[in-house]
């Protein structure tokens, strides 16, 4: 078979990401980054295996960043004329209630999407970005969009719906829409294939920078951390994860907050970063060796939400076989492993040290043979799964 790619595209309001991803074989072939779209320097790295060229210049838009990008496909390789890119897939963050998979992007979706604003505004409005430069520079390949809400199209009523007024709810469209979709689907279906066994009740944590919980069972999800917006939830790097909306209220009119202030202390200035004064995991750690008390603070908040959520998720689902760790934390933080486990021991989770600490990109079970639940680290790879949800349309 002649090999096939995907270009797949993560459009932000001032980034691009990309990647080139051979979709049978699940190879990377390229990747890079634009940054700083629309300031007075941006930058773009473009990797091909080991080798890697960093641009430095302005880039005005979306249209010019994408464009170096292809220049630079040409003069440092991969080729693209020669690749045989057979679909764009664009990532997505809201897809609202009309996407329950992948879509062929046509100006009817393009329409939804943009419909779809008002819930996903810190996103929607770059993903049309990188929709509309890539249907114009590549306008020969069919573009495809996938969504992180998608797999959390079909969570049950029970769990989608918050406890509002119906009317209002459903007038203002809020219900949990979920996100880390395209991750939890990849990673959950990689657990199912790894053990083999089709019927598991999984919990999935995503934890990067932002992170996420999921409940699946038998490859459906029936729970999410995320709600009406990545907020909800899990503490992350510079979110609050759950907290009281009734603090708003208080923010509001206590400390004479904006709702835009409020919207940013939520959303940037806290989490780890308000908690610890660092979003970075191996930062908090290093101070908690050095004997930081506040550090250490966070890290047990951090790990308390954890502990709520995988014992909430196994109740919801009425047991628990395999607890999986991914994205840069949960792929790398041995020690976060641990002791969330250690939290654990009371549900018969038992992890063998040393294979806690092995270090590899592939996913791999670390609990031991007599835990009651297997445990496993598995990377999360959410630009093959886009393009393989892309390649299901062709
Ligand atoms: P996102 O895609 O949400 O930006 P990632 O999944 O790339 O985030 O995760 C980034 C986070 O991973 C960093 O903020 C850092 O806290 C954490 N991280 C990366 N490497 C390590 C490591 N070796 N140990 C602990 N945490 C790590």
Redesign the pocket.
């Known amino acids: 078979m002649t090999t096939r790619t995907v270009l797949v595209i993560n459009s932000g309001s001032s980034s691009i990401k990309y990647a080139l991803v051979d979709p049978d074989s699940g190879a990377s072939l390229a990747s890079g980054l634009v940054e700083r779209i629309g300031e007075e320097m941006g930058a773009i790295t473009h990797k091909r295996g080991q080798e890697k060229t960093e641009l430095t210049e302005p880039v005005a838009d979306h249209g010019f960043g994408l464009s170096e990008v292809l220049r630079l496909f040409e003069e440092q390789g991969p080729s693209l004329a020669q690749a045989n890119i057979v679909a764009v897939g664009h990532r997505v963050v809201q897809g609202g209630r009309y996407f329950s998979g992948p879509a062929l992007v046509d100006d009817e979706v393009v329409a939804r999407i943009e419909q779809l604003v008002p819930l996903g505004p810190l996103h929607n409005p770059a993903h049309l970005k990188g929709i509309e430069v890539g249907r114009r520079l590549l306008a020969e390949v069919p573009h495809v969009v996938v969504f992180d809400t998608a797999f959390f199209q079909d969570l049950p009523e029970e769990a989608a719906r918050y406890a509002l007024d119906r009317e209002i709810a459903d007038t203002y469209s809020i219900r949990r829409y979920g996100a880390h979709g395209t991750s939890h689907q990849f990673v959950s279906g990689a657990v199912s294939t790894l053990l083999g066994r089709d019927d598991l009740k999984q919990v999935v944590l995503h934890l990067?920078?932002?992170a996420s919980a999921s409940a699946v069972v038998a490859g459906r999800a029936v729970d999410t951390s995320m709600g009406l917006t990545p907020l909800e939830g899990l503490v992350m790097?510079g979110r609050t994860g759950d907290i009281d909306p009734a603090a708003v209220f208080h923010l509001a009119r206590v400390a004479g907050m904006s709702i835009d202030q409020i919207d940013h202390l939520f959303n940037r200035g806290s989490g780890m970063k308000g908690l610890a004064g660092d979003?970075?995991?191996?930062e908090v750690?290093k101070r908690i060796e050095a004997g930081d008390a506040q550090a250490r603070d966070a890290m047990d908040i951090y790990l308390h939400r954890l502990t709520k959520y995988v014992g909430a998720y196994t109740a919801v689902m009425g047991g628990l076989d395999a607890l999986t760790f991914t994205?840069?934390?949960g792929e790398?933080?041995d020690l976060?492993r641990a002791e969330l486990c250690q939290r654990l021991a009371f549900m018969g989770v038992q992890i063998n040290e040393g294979e806690n600490a092995v270090r590899s990109s592939e996913p791999r079970v670390i609990s031991t043979p007599d835990s009651a639940v297997t445990v496993l680290v598995v990377p999360t790879n959410e630009e093959l799964a886009i393009a393989r949800q892309a390649m299901t349309l062709l």
């Open positions: 990067g920078n932002g790097g979003n970075d995991m191996r750690w994205a840069g934390i790398n933080d976060l």
